[in-house]
């Protein structure tokens, strides 16, 4: 299981992946080991679960209810340009992944795409009783 970071800030050769860990679809992407494999000196955090981390996000304009958060140094990803620059890095073979890089790898389709990502993540998490923003009951 991901561990908390001691900081939101990643070490410079590190990449920081925040994901919500309530949303099943947002999980199994980020849990995936090829995910994990594929890009080296990755660290995979549920943001759900850390609170903490979640306000230091936020001050950066980071909010996790509107999308996964991409970190290295100090260059953030948000959102679908997350997603879009971690497919931009992998080489998949696992089915899921080899479907998203293409389809995600490329800006304007990335961009559009997204929000049906959002409304999925919407649905499963009302289905889960929980909400899309964790900070708000």
Same mark, same amino acid.
Not at 22 to 31: H, K, S, T, V, W
Not at 60 to 67: F, P, S, T
Not at 74 to 96: N, T, Y
Not at 105 to 132: M, T
């Given at each position: ?28 992407? /980020? ?12 660290? *995979? ?5 850390? /609170? ?15 999308? /996964? ?12 340009? /997350? *997603?879009?620059? *971690? ?51």
């Amino acid at each position: 299981m991901p561990s908390a970071p001691d900081s939101v800030d990643p070490d410079p050769g590190e990449w920081l992946l925040v994901y919500d860990g309530g949303c099943p679809f947002c999980r199994q992407f /980020a849990l995936s080991s090829e995910l994990r494999g594929g890009l080296p000196n990755l660290r *995979i955090v549920d943001g759900r679960a850390d /609170a903490p981390l979640r306000r230091r996000l936020q001050g950066r304009g980071l909010a996790l209810a509107e999308g /996964a958060v991409l970190l290295r140094g100090e260059k953030a990803w948000h959102g679908a340009a /997350a *997603i879009r620059q *971690i497919c931009g890095l992998m080489s998949p073979s696992d089915p899921l992944l080899r479907l998203l890089v293409p389809l995600f790898g490329d800006s304007s389709r990335s961009d559009r795409l997204y929000p049906l990502l959002l409304a999925a993540r919407q649905v499963a998490l009302a289905l889960k009783g929980l909400p899309v923003d964790p900070d708000r009951p």
